[in-house]
C-alpha cells in the first residue's frame, strides 16, 4: 500500500521557518515528480511547488518564490519543503503529492496520484 507521510507542521510566528517532509512508502518514486499544495480554510487546494525526479528542476507558486524551496532525497523517498519568511497568508494544510505518470515537474493537482493526509500549518502575526 502507497503511503505518503506529511510531518513538521506547527504554529508558528510571522517570519519564522518551517521545514516539512513527506516520506514516502508502499513503492519508490525515485522516477516520479513530486509536489506540495496546501489548502486554506474556505479556499481551494492550489499548487505550491514541485521537483522533477531527478531535483534539478523546480516550480514554485508566485507566493512562495524565494521564501520556500522543494527539495528530495531518493535515498529516502523524501520530499521537503522548507518555509522561510512566512506570512499569514501562509497557513493552510500542506499535502505532498507523487505523480505516477511525470518525472517532469507537473503544476496540476490532476497530473498527482497521490496524496499525503496532510499537516496544519499554522502562521500566526
Known amino acids: 500500500q502507497v503511503q505518503l507521510v506529511e510531518s513538521g507542521g506547527g504554529l508558528v510566528q510571522a517570519g519564522d521557518s518551517l521545514r516539512l517532509s513527506c516520506a514516502a512508502s508502499?513503492?519508490?518514486?525515485?522516477?516520479?515528480?513530486m509536489g506540495w499544495f496546501r489548502q486554506a480554510p474556505g479556499r481551494e487546494r492550489e499548487f505550491v511547488a514541485g521537483?522533477?525526479?531527478?531535483?534539478?528542476?523546480?516550480r514554485y507558486t508566485d507566493s512562495v518564490k524565494g521564501r520556500f524551496t522543494i527539495s528530495r532525497d531518493n535515498t529516502k523517498n523524501t520530499v521537503y519543503l522548507q518555509m522561510s519568511s512566512l506570512k499569514d497568508e501562509d497557513t493552510a494544510i500542506y499535502y505532498c503529492?507523487?505523480?505516477?505518470?511525470?518525472?517532469?515537474?507537473?503544476?496540476?493537482?490532476?497530473?498527482?496520484?497521490?496524496w499525503g493526509q496532510g499537516t496544519q500549518v499554522t502562521v500566526s502575526s
Open positions: 503529492a507523487a505523480a505516477r505518470q511525470y518525472g517532469a515537474v507537473v503544476v496540476g493537482s490532476a497530473d498527482y496520484n497521490y
Open positions: 508502499g513503492r519508490t518514486f525515485v522516477n516520479n515528480a
Open positions: 521537483v522533477n525526479w531527478s531535483g534539478r528542476d523546480t
